[in-house]
């Protein structure tokens, strides 16, 4: 009988375009990898609705979660040895790094918040329930999954470990910035990560950083700052999100006033119902949905057919600047005119924000207050990053917000009906 914890008799490889190659020597993490769950992550893409606005970003949630194990399974090889690491704890950092993301559904973010939905909860829900994973956790004992569990929930007694996987930087954002900027294809993301291991060291609370290796750390920082502007907030992504989004809550509507399917949507039902089960969670994929996108475009129903066929064939909205300040009391008359012109403003004129912190400070009591990063200085004190890197300082806690209004140009230009009302709905948006 294998012994969960020990080492494989022979090192697994995984070729991997980031990182070269993610080594797994740990017979734990072979199993893990190898659970049902782990392997729905293939069908699910990390970046949603991206592949629209770049075509090459097709990877998945598997090949991140790898990424992330291999970064954390690297510190902590560096940290072999020294003051404030506890060699006991690293099972524990490896398991915890691989399944951060096993939550994650369809189209993650958008999915949430739409059905209301939480991908931490539901990671948490994978560890612990009736699961595959869960299994292989309780051979390490019978105490184990609850421990991976609390790590992600940033609940766990020991903060260092906490801070690894989740901080403002850690092997999660370390893996999404350089796996992501390398499928998008830009140039953004890019930054020194051997650099960052080579300067990070463990402190009782968190890991820090060397001063010498503080251009690193800027580096990533202002590369996080751009992937966040450039690729993450795309508009033409955000576009297709909020079609998304539109045909989900669509369907839902349906579904409630009892309007007849042709085919019935039942992967959706407990969804619409929201009596959501571990088991259909972990049926959902992308493929499922898309299959219903497919169906949909021959539905009666004029909104959501008109939906999944823009979202299939990448028919997207258009959109413009909106300033909430300054064109709030424009709103109405849009509303009101769309409706003038036979376009329901519920699915058809969204207003879309994004919003971001690229790095903060340390401000006690602040709702949702992040742990800063600090720099080692040569004489062993701790230094906050921003007091002393004129770069960091720059952008720190200055929360950016962007709102853009999307809508569907090619009905607005389409005069064969309601000339006049479109062209002074058009007035108002190309002003």
């Given amino acids: 009988m294998t012994n969960i914890l020990g080492k494989l008799e022979e090192e697994k490889v995984f070729k991997d375009p980031v990182h070269r190659y993610i080594h797994v020597r740990d ?66 950092c490896l398991s915890a790094s691989l399944l951060h993301d096993i939550g994650h559904g369809p189209f993650s973010h958008t999915f949430e918040k739409v059905f209301h939905t939480d991908h931490e909860e539901w990671t948490r829900k994978i560890i612990l329930g009736n699961t595959e994973i869960n299994k292989v956790l309780r051979k390490v004992s019978s105490d184990f999954p609850n421990k991976v569990s609390n790590v992600i929930a940033k609940t766990y007694s020991n903060k260092l ?40 060291r463990p402190t009782e609370e968190q890991a820090v950083f060397k001063q010498s290796g503080m251009h690193a750390v800027e580096d990533y920082i202002m590369s996080r700052y751009q992937m966040y502007w450039q690729v993450y907030f795309h508009p033409v992504t955000r576009s297709a999100e909020v079609i998304l989004s539109k045909i989900l809550h669509r369907a839902k509507l349906l579904y409630q006033q009892n309007y007849q399917f042709k085919q019935a949507p039942t992967h959706f039902f407990s969804l619409f119902n929201e009596k959501l089960s571990l088991e259909d969670y972990l049926r959902l994929d992308e493929a ?142 190309f002003k």
Avoid at 312 to 341: C, G, H, M
Avoid at 374 to 402: Q, Y
Wanted: with cysteine; charged share 30%; net charge negative.
């Fill in 27 to 92: 017979q734990l993490i072979w199993e893990l990898v190898g659970t049902r769950e782990f392997q729905r992550l293939r069908r699910i893409r990390q970046l949603g609705t991206t592949y629209v606005t770049f075509h090459g970003a097709e990877h998945t949630r598997f090949n991140h979660s790898l990424g992330v194990y291999e970064i954390m399974r690297r510190i902590i090889e560096n940290f072999d040895g020294r003051e404030h690491w506890d060699e006991s704890e690293r099972l524990v």
């Fill in 288 to 429: 499922i949905i898309m299959y219903y996108f497919q169906i949909w475009q021959d539905e009666e129903d004029r909104i959501l057919s008109d939906l999944c066929v823009r979202f299939n064939d990448r028919k997207l909205f258009k959109y413009v600047e909106f300033n909430p300040s300054k064109q709030w009391n424009e709103w109405p008359t849009l509303i009101d005119l769309f409706k003038q012109a036979g376009i329901d403003p519920e699915y058809y004129l969204v207003i879309d924000s994004s919003s971001d912190l690229p790095y903060d400070f340390y401000r006690p009591g602040e709702e949702g207050e992040r742990i800063p990063i600090f720099l080692l200085t040569p004489g062993g004190d701790l230094r906050e990053l921003s007091r002393e890197s004129d770069v960091v300082e720059a952008i720190s806690g200055k929360k950016r917000t962007d709102h853009k209004l999307y809508f569907p140009l090619d009905v607005l230009a389409d005069e064969t009906k309601h000339k006049e009302v479109k062209r002074q709905i058009k007035a108002i948006l």
């Fill in 161 to 200: 470990v906490v801070s690894l996987i989740s901080s403002q930087i850690d092997a999660d954002r370390m893996d999404y910035l350089q796996r992501d900027a390398y499928y998008t294809g830009v140039s953004y993301g890019h930054f020194d990560m051997e650099r960052i291991m080579r300067v990070m």
